[in-house]
């Protein structure tokens, strides 16, 4: 496992056969971080401690 300090507004960039994958620390609030996270739409970002379900077809939908 890779481990990497950042400060709020520090990004880290992954590069990835789908495109480029930007995290960017937006804020820290005592042990928490807030992460935004912009992706390509062809990679798909899941929560490891949301309960693991089949994906919906609209889950990737753009607004209308």
């Known amino acids: 496992m890779l481990v ?11 590069v990835t056969s789908q495109g480029a994958i930007h995290l960017t620390i937006t804020g820290i609030h005592g042990n928490k ?10 990679v798909r970002i899941t929560r490891d401690d949301i309960k693991k379900t089949e994906p919906r077809p609209n889950d990737r939908a753009e607004p209308v």
Do not use: N, Q
Request: glycine letters at 10%; a positive charge.
């Open 33 to 42: 971080a807030r992460v935004g996270i912009v992706a390509p739409p062809s």
């Open 4 to 14: 990497l300090s950042r400060k709020a507004g520090e990004s880290i960039k992954l």
